[in-house]
C-alpha cells in the first residue's frame, strides 16, 4: 500500500474549521471539514466518510489543497466549448441580419436561422446548427419576430367596411344590485 500523501504545514484543523464556518458554499465546507479530519489526526478511511465520498477523490482534494491552498478546494467553472464564431464573424453575421438579404443575390425574402447557417457556411466555411446559430443571436440581442401575414392583393380603403362597428352588448348595472342580500 502506498504511502499517503502529506497536507501542508502552513494550515492546521482549526484554521479549516473556521473558514469552514465563514462559508456558504457546501461542497466548500464539506472538503475543508474533510482535511480538518486528517489534519486532526484521523484516517483519510475516516475523512472519506465525514466528507461522504471514496478514498481516490480525498486524494485528489489533498492534491488540489497541497498545490493551492483552500482556494484549490472551490469548485471552478468549466470552460465550457470552444466558440464557433470569433467577433469578426458575429459582426458580419450582425451585420448581414440587420442589413436584410437581398433576394437577387441570397435567394430568399426574409432570413431564416437555415438560410443564415448556409451563409456562414458561404462565407466562413463554419459548419454550425440552427440552434447554436439562434443562441448566438439571441447573444447578440436579436429576437425571432414574424410578421403578420398578409396578403399580396389586400385593399387598405376596403378593409374598414369589413370592421365590426356593432355597439357593445353590455350595461351598467344598476346601483341598487351589488348590495349584498341576507
Known sequence: MAA?????????AAGLRTLARTSRVGNYVRR???LATIYEGGTRSEAARVGGVGLQTVRDWVLRFNAAGPDGLVDGIAPGGIALLDDAQRRALAAIVASGPIPAAHGVVRWRLLDLAQWVWDEFRVSISKQTLSRELRAMGYRKLSARPRH???????????????PP?????????????P
Do not use: C, E, N
Not at 499517503?4 to 492546521?12: H, T, V
Not at 399580396?152 to 356593432?166: L, R
Not at 351598467?172 to 349584498?180: F, I, K, P, Q, T
Open 32 to 34: 475543508l471539514l474533510t
Open 169 to 181: 352588448q353590455w350595461q351598467r348595472s344598476r346601483r341598487g344590485s351589488l348590495v349584498a342580500h
Open 152 to 166: 399580396h392583393a389586400q385593399d387598405a380603403d376596403a378593409m374598414p367596411t369589413f370592421k365590426k362597428t356593432s
Open 4 to 12: 499517503a500523501i502529506g497536507l501542508r504545514f502552513d494550515y492546521s
